[in-house]
């Protein structure tokens, strides 16, 4: 069953959902700005997951996907955006590039998902990426991140999600108090005991709120917001979102943050 696997698509059901995260990103963008986003980048955009969604969500929608793997945004064009149909594939352009090379076309909303700007080590590297981002942006764009933190994310740990017909396995394999630097591994365990191991490494630095807040100032964003998910009684995330003053520490948490431009 490993051998017979694609990685791309186990990672996308296990980690992502793009039609949540674009009603999301649109949501926020008319609480803040008070009209309708059309142009979206995805920075880090693997199969440029955000992107399609993105365009099927509005007639009008255009993306602009950034990654430096070609192999995995032509996955995403091959199996996902082409089959799809209809002239998405002509609103969505995908660059092979790094995320801190600024291109000439302006959006609305850019948004970094799944804590990939934690590659960036030091704060001048986070900042130069910051700084390209608000670059990137229309005068009253909007730059949409997500955050992971709780007592658990700082250590060691192994998280098993049973999706049927495949276990995705979360490994934190190292955090170092000093640096905040933290080793994670992907791994898919199949129903016949194959296992696609490591099929995903990431090498990180675990950034706060308030340095992100602070980096993202820094980089001439006018206004950062904290958002948090509200939760019914039974503790369930309800898809609205507050910005709380405070909160307090929880096992592990995921959360996203807005910056102005
Ligand atoms: C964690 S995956 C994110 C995939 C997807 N966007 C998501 O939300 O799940 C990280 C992706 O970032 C890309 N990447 C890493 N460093 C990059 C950089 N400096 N510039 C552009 N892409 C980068 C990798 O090639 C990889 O596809």
Redesign the pocket.
Same mark, same amino acid.
């Given at each position: 069953m490993a051998q017979r696997a694609d990685v791309h698509a186990l %990672?996308e059901r296990a /980690?992502?959902d793009p039609p949540t995260d674009v009603k999301f990103f649109a949501k926020t963008y008319r609480r803040l700005r008070d009209h309708e986003p059309l142009s979206m980048r995805?920075?880090?955009?693997? @199969?440029a =997951? #955000?992107c399609l969604a993105w365009v099927r969500a509005g007639a009008d929608r255009t993306a602009i996907g950034?990654? #430096?793997?070609q192999e @995995?945004m032509d996955w995403g064009r091959t199996n996902r955006i082409e089959p799809a149909g209809g002239d998405l594939a002509d609103r969505i352009e995908l660059r092979c =590039?790094? /995320?801190?090379e600024v291109g000439k076309t302006k959006v609305d909303l850019t948004c970094a #998902?799944?804590?990939?700007y934690c @590659?960036f080590k030091t704060r001048a590297a986070l900042l130069e990426y910051f700084t390209a981002v608000h670059e990137g942006l229309n005068r009253d764009g909007v730059f949409i991140l997500d955050l992971l933190g709780g007592s658990e994310s700082m250590g060691e740990d192994v998280t098993d999600n049973d999706l049927g017909d495949f276990v995705y396995r979360w490994e934190q394999a190292r955090f170092n108090i000093i640096t905040h630097e933290i080793l994670c591994y992907i791994h898919f365990l199949f129903p016949d005991g194959s296992k696609l191991e490591r099929a %995903?490494s %990431?090498d990180w630095r675990l950034w706060t709120a308030p340095e992100l807040r602070e980096l993202l100032l820094e980089a001439g964003f006018s206004k950062v917001h904290f958002f948090w998910e509200k939760t019914d009684r039974r503790g369930d995330g309800t898809g609205v979102f507050f910005e709380p003053d405070y909160v307090e520490n929880q096992d592990l948490w995921w959360t996203f943050m807005a910056a102005e431009r």
């Open positions: %990672y /980690v992502q995805e920075d880090f955009c693997g @199969t =997951a #955000l950034v990654d #430096l793997s @995995t =590039a790094d /995320v801190r #998902l799944n804590f990939s @590659t %995903y %990431y």
